[in-house]
Every structure is written in C-alpha cells, then in structure tokens.
C-alpha cells in the first residue's frame, strides 16, 4: 500500500504538466522561470473564426435620359461607383444616349419628382421624407409636380 502512494504522488506533477491548461491543439512548453501553449504542428487544424454578424451598406442610383426619357435605378451595391456605374449602364442598355445618374444615395430613400420644365431628385433617411423633399425642390421650378418614382434599401444584415 506504501508503495501505491508514493507512485501516485510521483506522477501527479507529470499529469498536471501534460495537460498544463492548454487549449485543444496545443501543448505547453516551458524554460526557465516561463511557461506558455504553443501551436501543436500535428494536431488537425481547426475551422477558421467565423465572422460575427455585421451591417453593410447599400447603395442605390438614379440614372436618367431626359432626352428620350429613360429612367434606371440601380439598388444594393456595395459601393457608389457600382451603384453608378450600373445606374449608367442600365440606362444605356434601355436606349439612352446621355444618361446620367441623378442622384445616389446610401442606406436611405430615393425620390423623382416630375414637373413641366424640370426633374428633381432627392434623398431622405425615409421614403416619406425623400418624396416630401423632390415635391418641394420640384415646386420652386414647376408650376405642376408629382412623384413619379421612388423607394428605399436601408443597410443590410450579412451573417
């Protein structure tokens, strides 16, 4: 029985070492007055981190021709450029020869606002607010308006 005991307390360091508090696919490895868990080349690699869940923005465009009257809206891109750049190329795939992009806008609302002599466009952080806006500015140009497109693509939640 003597015996038993003096084994046991002889490999309890030894035990304690070899786990040494080391995450999965690590091992501890120490020098003098140091000790630390360092990467196990032979252990399985483990699947990459996954990224939490984050907001991105989208970006929307208007393109129009007003000569012959093509109207494009470009919606959820990543950036104003490809926002854009589709915008225009929408535009010109439809027949427009001078198309510009009226207006972009990011994480927000759109709204076209027609009237005898001018088209306006603005924005807003709700369609409301947007359409309420184009009326306006339309109103100091034209005798007559009314809203003739708009919408909204508020930023969106990537898991």
Known sequence: ??????????????????????????????GQGWQTCVPDPEAAPSAPPRAAPHWEARWSAISVDTEIGVIVTAVGYGTQAEAEKHAIHDCTRQGGNSCKVGLSVKNGCLAMAVGEKKIMFKSGSELEMAESRAMESCLEKNPKCRVFHSFCRKAELVP
Request: aromatic residues 14%; charged residues 5%; contains cysteine.
């Open 1 to 30: 029985m003597k015996y038993v005991l003096i084994i046991a307390a002889t490999l309890i360091p030894y035990l304690a070492y070899a786990e040494g508090g080391c995450p999965p696919g690590h091992f501890p490895q120490q």
